[in-house]
């Protein structure tokens, strides 16, 4: 991990430090998926569940387990049950947050360590030597969380009426396509399936772990058929009852299948997960609450159903400063996002006894603290020209005083640095990590009079119009450490006569206007892959493959579907490097990945995307003294995606 002043890299566990810094290859993912832990015997459940069985409204826990349910070892201590885990919802929130605390759920997964990826909804799996198909076996006797019975039947579903339908957009599936090559399912018998590529698929296994990707595992059929003509004529009715605008609009809102938050608004839909929705973010102003999925599929080491925990509460708060407010208070259980920033640790350590916290450790994986992003494919043209200059990208990152910016929010802790894979990295690439971070006004205006040399009277540049540069960056408003970053950006622009504005809105906004709009001019973000295999499965802003590739949306489209009417085709060099990223994927060959990867940094380095801040800091997050097995550290990374994989089911309380 980046350290805090040299870049270098810390020591972490061995098992951690060999996943985040070797190459990963598709054999060591295959051989690890073959494990499977020994089956304990059966059990204890919830006292919530029994008294249910008791009353003869759920049927036995035998009844309600798969044949061969998965065994979860509890990190310390097998737990006790009941409690709720009181969390948050921040502003609008993203709520595809919430896949790290309660869906993580794929049919494979990674390990706590993140040294490797495990079976988990699928009981097995198996792959031919050049990783063109794979088979999937499901557990016999899995279910809902309404009782209906999970096999290939829900995966084929997904397979042939979602995937397949060109009618309905479908998110984050880039580890079923390579190129123009996309994945075929074939169903074998109720629990067995397999997947078939034309050309090898090194990084399928290990990229269909990442967090949120699987939706195999998340489209009931029997529950979200109704919605579609192929099987309810009157689909279109329901809809029009729902105030919507026709079955696609109604599907899309009940599935979630393009945007994540959507599923989590349902709380109708069964799920595989430990607690589903039973109020849906938006059906309250102050609550939304995850309950106990009575059917979970996974027990602990001595037999017992989990999750321990009843119930997940999560309260919707205003911003950060009431969510730090209310940690004061002790009335967060477990929480590092938007509350685990360095101006926040002194006031949080100050607190703990009063509180009844404590700290645990998030391990940065990141490439950048904040990468700034610039629309090159902005469809204003003059400002996608603009945008799409290196020499102009250049002079704004001269003109950044970083060490003011690292003194000022981070109390003098950090390098500065481009968004580059972590020094001490067999990928590191020196020139993509330093170039144009030093600190030169002279510098900045050299650059910047290559593209604007023209000012009005105020002292601000023109662009090739006529018209005064004027950069709206739109910033998610409770990212407080980049808020401040960019508040004192916008005097080091002004300095230089670029007329910088910073416009912030809520995080669950800034959803809708960065990833599904093509009109903005700038806007920032700090996560992505920085070191070993993270770099691999999230290299955003090295190569422009998928929609978190802020800084070239119209790229991405291109890639990812040429005749989509928002599609922009790059340039040679980047087309290259998306070709490259494509050999990436597929290859079964860790030198062929590494020498492609190299390759792809050089030519990120030669068009220089985004414009980067500092190498990224270790963080934290708060857990109250009495929420128990939750490790001391952890990787910080939606795409691990933590905490998920640390097990939040056999968390409890004492």
């Known amino acids: ?38 089956l304990a015997a059966a059990g204890g459940e919830a006292p919530m569940l029994k008294a249910l069985v008791d009353a003869g409204t759920l049927p036995a826990l035998a009844d309600r387990l798969p044949k061969n349910p998965m065994v979860v070892t509890p990190l310390h201590d097998v737990g006790k049950y009941g409690g709720t885990w009181k969390s948050t919802i921040v502003g609008g929130g993203s709520l595809s947050m919430l896949f790290r605390y309660q869906a993580y759920e794929p049919l494979v997964r990674y390990n706590p360590e993140w040294s490797g990826v495990i079976p988990n909804v699928a009981e097995k799996v198996t792959s031919n030597d050049t990783a063109t198909e794979f088979t999937f076996k499901l557990r016999e006797g899995m279910k809902w969380s309404d009782g209906k019975p999970y096999t ?61 990707s699987d939706q195999t595992t998340r489209f009931p059929k029997h529950y979200l058929s109704q919605f579609l003509p192929k099987y309810n004529p009157d689909a279109d009715k329901l809809a029009a009852t729902a105030g919507l605008s026709g079955w696609l609009q109604l599907f899309q809102k009940k599935s979630g299948a393009a945007l994540e938050d959507d599923f989590f608004t349902n709380s109708e839909i069964p799920v595989l997960h430990p607690w589903k929705m039973k109020v849906a973010p938006g059906e309250s102003t102050e609550h939304a609450i995850a309950e106990r999925n009575a059917y979970y599929w996974k027990v602990d080491t001595a037999g017992n159903q989990l999750p321990y925990l009843d119930t997940i509460d999560y309260v919707l708060v205003a911003d950060a400063q009431v969510l730090l407010l209310k940690c004061l208070q002790g009335e967060i259980d477990l929480l590092d996002q938007y509350i685990g920033t360095p101006t926040n640790k002194s006031v949080l350590f100050d607190g703990k006894d009063k509180g009844d916290y404590g700290f645990y450790t998030t391990l940065s994986t990141q490439p950048n603290e904040m990468a700034i992003c610039f629309n090159m494919t902005h469809p204003d043209k003059v400002k996608a020209e603009l945008y799409s200059s290196k020499d102009f990208r250049a002079g704004i990152s001269h003109a950044i005083d970083r060490q003011a910016m690292i003194d000022s929010v981070f109390v003098g802790v950090g390098t500065p640095s481009q968004a580059a894979i972590a020094e001490g990295d067999p990928m590191y690439n020196e020139r993509l990590a330093k170039q144009f971070t030093e600190y030169d006004v002279a510098k900045a205006n050299e650059f910047l009079d290559k593209v604007a040399p023209k000012k009005d009277g105020d002292g601000f540049r023109l662009d090739s119009s006529g018209r005064r540069i004027t950069v709206v960056f739109e910033q998610d408003q409770n990212r407080l450490e980049m808020v401040d970053m960019m508040q004192l950006l916008m005097p080091m622009l002004k300095e230089v006569g670029i007329d910088g504005q910073l416009k912030l809105i809520d995080r669950s906004l800034w959803e809708v206007r960065i990833r599904q709009n093509m009109d903005y001019d700038a806007t920032t973000n700090r996560f992505g892959g920085g070191i070993g295999l993270a770099a691999f499965l999230d290299p955003r802003y090295f190569v422009p493959f998928s929609d978190n590739a802020f800084y070239a949306p119209g790229w991405q489209i291109w890639y990812n579907d040429k005749t989509a009417a928002n599609a922009v085709e790059p340039p040679a060099q980047v087309q290259e490097a998306l070709k490259l990223y494509d050999v990436m994927k597929s ?38 003294n009495n929420f128990k097995n939750v490790p001391a550290k952890m990787p910080n990374s939606f795409g691990y995606p933590s905490p998920a994989p640390t097990n939040p089911e056999q968390y409890y309380k004492v």
Do not use: C
Not at 4 to 21: E, P
Not at 179 to 199: H, I, P
Not at 595 to 623: C, H, M, R, S
């Open 587 to 624: 290859t079964v060959d860790d030198a062929k990945r590494t020498e492609a990867f190299k390759k792809i940094l050089e030519i990120a380095a030669d068009q220089f995307y985004t414009v980067g801040i500092k190498i990224p800091n270790d963080a934290y997050g708060i857990v109250k």
């Open 152 to 212: 290939t039947e829900d995966v084929m579903f997904w397979y042939e009426d979602v995937f397949s339908n060109k009618d309905i957009e479908v998110t984050n599936q880039d580890h079923l396509i390579i190129g123009d090559d996309r994945a075929v399912f074939t169903k074998v018998d109720d629990l067995t399936f397999k997947v078939a590529f034309k050309n090898p698929n090194g990084l399928f296994l290990s990229l269909l772990a990442w967090a949120d």
């Open 1 to 38: 991990m980046p350290s805090r002043r040299t870049g270098g890299i810390k020591i972490m566990d061995k098992i951690t430090r060999r996943f985040f810094l070797g190459a990963s290859t598709a054999t060591l993912a295959i051989a690890a998926i073959g494990l499977r832990p020994a």
